[in-house]
């Protein structure tokens, strides 16, 4: 049971669990996927609110294990037992939770065959957005995920929309089809400069 000061000094203190959250990630070398990790690779305004970290457990510990040190790490730094890890949707999923508000921080699964990943600047590993589009792809195609389809497709579409704006010649402005590639300029050789002249080219 959580009283009203321990409640208290959680609200005072939550702005720093997203910082101890990645700084696990970053120390532990697991990867962050997901909506997070999307926000993280894309720009601010293609950035979607979302309350929890998605991440990748790698084969040197178990989900169960990544999310209990993450719920001490918490815990040490409320001062309280704010956090509890229980079982996810999913088989095969942990989550750490909150004992205050009941909301999810983080979930951790152990992928059968780790995605290719990158580091960002501060240290964090992140899924590449073909990773996640072949991932929202596979959910869409499931029927029995379907609570989650527009969700999912919705985030195809600001995937979409960045790569457009990331290559635009890639694109027609309807978005009907691709462009077609302009044939390369024929190399122009250097002519000889007079002396005192200029060699424009």
Same mark, same amino acid.
């Given at each position: ?109 152990? +992928? #059968? ?5 990158? /580091? &960002?600047?501060?240290?964090? $590993?992140?899924?590449? @957005? ?12 499931? +029927? #029995? ?5 527009? /969700? &999912?497709?919705?985030?195809? $579409?600001?995937?979409? @929309? ?20 302009? /044939? ?18």
């Amino acid at each position: 049971m959580v009283n009203d000061t321990q409640r208290m000094n959680y609200y005072k203190k939550r702005k720093m669990i997203r910082q101890i959250v990645l700084q696990r990630l970053a120390k532990t070398g697991n990867v962050l996927t997901g909506q997070r990790a999307m926000n993280r690779v894309m720009p601010d305004y293609l950035d979607k609110v979302t309350k929890d970290y998605d991440i990748l457990v790698g084969r040197g510990m178990t989900p169960q294990q990544a999310a209990m040190a993450t719920e001490a790490r918490l815990d040490k730094h409320m001062g309280f037992n704010a956090f509890e890890t229980v079982g996810g949707d999913y088989e095969g999923v942990r989550k750490v939770r909150s004992r205050v508000t009941e909301s999810t921080i983080a979930d951790y699964t152990q +992928p #059968e065959k780790m995605p290719t990943y990158k /580091k &960002d600047i501060d240290g964090v $590993n992140i899924v590449g @957005l073909k990773y996640l589009k072949k991932k929202f792809k596979e959910a869409i195609a499931n +029927p #029995e995920a379907k609570f989650r389809h527009a /969700k &999912d497709k919705e985030s195809l $579409n600001r995937i979409r @929309l960045y790569e457009q704006e990331r290559n635009p010649k890639r694109f027609d402005m309807f978005n009907i089809a691709p462009v077609k590639k302009a /044939k390369p300029l024929k190399k122009v050789k250097n002519k000889k400069v007079r002396k005192g002249g200029w060699n424009i080219w």
